[in-house]
C-alpha cells in the first residue's frame, strides 16, 4: 500500500497519481461523485456484457466477463441501497469524458481491438480503485466502508482485464504490447490531470 492506502501494483501501473484538486472538488459534492459511481457500476457490467456479445467463441473470455458484469451489476445495487440510507437523491447526470476518451483510442482491427479494449479496462479498474481508496478514509463510517471494501473487487477487476489482455496478445510481440499498455497510461494520464467541467468519478479537476 502507499501511504494514501491505494495498492503498490494499482499505483504503479496507472503511474500519475490523482490530483489532489480532484479530490477536494469530490468530497464537496459527494451526492453528484455517489450519483455518478452507481451509473460508473451499470457501465462496466455493459461494458463486460458487450464483450461477450463481441467475442461469444472465446469461452475463457466470455465466462470472465459474464462474472465481472454480474459483480458490477451487484455493486449497482449496493451503491443504491447505500443511497437510501445516506438519503442522497437520485439525479440523471451526463456522461464523463473519461471513458469514451480512452475508447476513441482503440484500435478498428483485431486482434488489437480485443487487447485495446481489455487495457483500457484495466485502466478503469485501476483508476477506480485508486480514486476508492483516496475517498474512502473521508467518509462516514458505512459509506467509507463500503468504499474501502470495494478496493478489493477493483483490484480483482484490474488484473483480470490485464491478464485477458496478455492472453488474446496471441500474435503481438510483449515488447508491442507493453507501448500499447504506455500508450494508453499516457492517454489516461491526461484524462484525470487534464482540467474538467463538473466532478465526475473519473474526471480530472473541475475548474
Known amino acids: 500500500m502507499t501511504t494514501s492506502g491505494v495498492p503498490l501494483e494499482i499505483a504503479g501501473f496507472l503511474g500519475r497519481e490523482t490530483p489532489v484538486g480532484w479530490l477536494q472538488a469530490a468530497l464537496k459534492d459527494l451526492p ?28 475463457k473470455l466470455a465466462s470472465r466477463m459474464s462474472k465481472i458484469a454480474r459483480e458490477e451489476l451487484r455493486h449497482f445495487e449496493q451503491v443504491q441501497i447505500m443511497m437510501r440510507k445516506t438519503d442522497i437523491a437520485w439525479q440523471r447526470l451526463s456522461a464523463s469524458r473519461y471513458a469514451s476518451g480512452l475508447h476513441e483510442h482503440i484500435s478498428k482491427s483485431e486482434p488489437q481491438k480485443l487487447v485495446d479494449l481489455l487495457i483500457v479496462g484495466a485502466f478503469i479498474e485501476a483508476r477506480s480503485c485508486e480514486r476508492f481508496a483516496l475517498v474512502a ?27 485477458l ?43
Not at 499498455?181 to 484524462?191: A, G, I, S, T
Open 137 to 163: 478514509p473521508h467518509l462516514e463510517s458505512d459509506l467509507g466502508s463500503f468504499y474501502g471494501g470495494l478496493l478489493a473487487a477493483e483490484s480483482r477487476h484490474f488484473r483480470i482485464y490485464l491478464e
Open 165 to 207: 489482455a496478455k492472453q488474446h496478445a496471441e500474435n503481438i510481440p510483449l515488447k508491442d504490447l507493453d507501448r500499447r499498455v504506455d500508450y494508453f497510461r499516457e492517454k489516461e494520464n491526461q484524462l484525470i490531470s487534464s482540467p474538467d467541467v463538473e466532478v465526475r468519478f473519473h474526471s480530472g479537476v473541475p475548474q
Open 32 to 59: 453528484r461523485l455517489i450519483n455518478d459511481h452507481a451509473n460508473c457500476e451499470k457501465k462496466a457490467a455493459a461494458t463486460a456484457l458487450s464483450i461477450v456479445f463481441r467475442y461469444p467463441d472465446r469461452a
